[in-house]
């Protein structure tokens, strides 16, 4: 990651290293599943949203995701909206075989509203990233999620898109200390991370005018 090396001073590198001594990943790229696994889908990340009609017009028209399928359980007051990116001529017209459909496509994203937090002021829930949202004594939550994320071809001209579009960014290409990437908000300040499809390539100057050389280090998003 271009900018990213200078993040890596020797004592980090030190920790980073003896941290890697003691475990390594490797043998999980070719380790075959257990038999007993064979057909488990990666299937859904469920998040909880404040109203449902504005999260699915962001998922569905600025990201680019279609209802794959939906349920409403009014005897418990949620629904349940199940989105992704597929072709919407796969997605099948009767609820039932939507259903079906649904539970065999990976990656889905399960927008799960409460009845009654539409008309609640400001944020509802807490995204998982030093946030105060609903938490007891008002000090920020260093939650275990961090966020979604989406690859498209091309990181700068998605992000030119995503600003015309109203978009927060809390990261644009070239701000921070790895470059060409970047972080936008959901309607409910879930954060969506935008990286590319190929090479991870930087270009002179962002949607928000910062130059590639520019911008402040590196942040952790948890704190």
Known sequence: LVGAA????PGVRRARDMAMKAFSPDKY?????????KGYIMQQTMLRVKDPETSLRFYCEVLGFNLVMYREFPAWSFNVYFVAQMDPSLIPSDPEAQWAFCMATPGCIELTW???SEAK???VYNTGNSDATGSQDGQKVVGGFGHLGITVPDVYEACE????MGCTFTKTPNSGGMKGLAFIKDPDGYLIEVLPQGEMITKPMDC?????DGGAGYKDNSK
């Open 121 to 123: 002021d400001g944020l």
């Open 161 to 164: 898109r995503f600003k015309a």
């Open 208 to 212: 928000n005018g910062v130059t590639v």
């Open 6 to 9: 200078s993040a890596y001073t």
């Open 114 to 116: 409460n009845y009654g």
């Open 29 to 37: 790229f070719t380790q075959p599943p257990p038999e007993s696994t």
